[in-house]
């Protein structure tokens, strides 16, 4: 599975302020529940009751919340880079700066996964980290989640 398979490059956001964990899954749910037609509060409720079950923050200052959203045809996906790193409890311990924020519908366990794994794939190489930091626009993130399907193909 591709990024470009599930990212929504339209909702791609750069220089936000959240302020705090739950700041950020608020502006979240509200940004994608707008984009979805689905309700805002809604969605924040889902990955906040994902997010009890254990810190979705990856390490190196990236965080994946995802969850399982009734009403959602396929996977979606929004990346977000932070205008001031947040404390997100991730397993490193690191503030957090770069948001892959993943909806998938109830029944979709296998693409679901699929999609984890392709962000985690994409956050683990640092060369790829440094550029979606150094990016200073909509367009130049795209550009970057796009090299880097790119590269995974090859």
Known sequence: M???DFVDFDTIRTGVTA???RGLFQLLGQQSGQRLGIDG????AAIAERERLGSTGFGNGVAIPHGKIEGLARNFCMLVRLAEPIDYKA???APVDLVFFLLSPPESGA???KALAAISRLVRHAPTLEKLRGARSQDALAAVLL????????
């Open 19 to 21: 302020g705090n964990k």
């Open 111 to 113: 693409q679901h996964l």
């Open 2 to 4: 591709h990024l470009s």
């Open 147 to 154: 090299g880097a399907d790119e590269r995974d193909a090859a």
């Open 41 to 44: 509060a809604q969605i924040t």
């Open 91 to 93: 397993v490193d311990g």
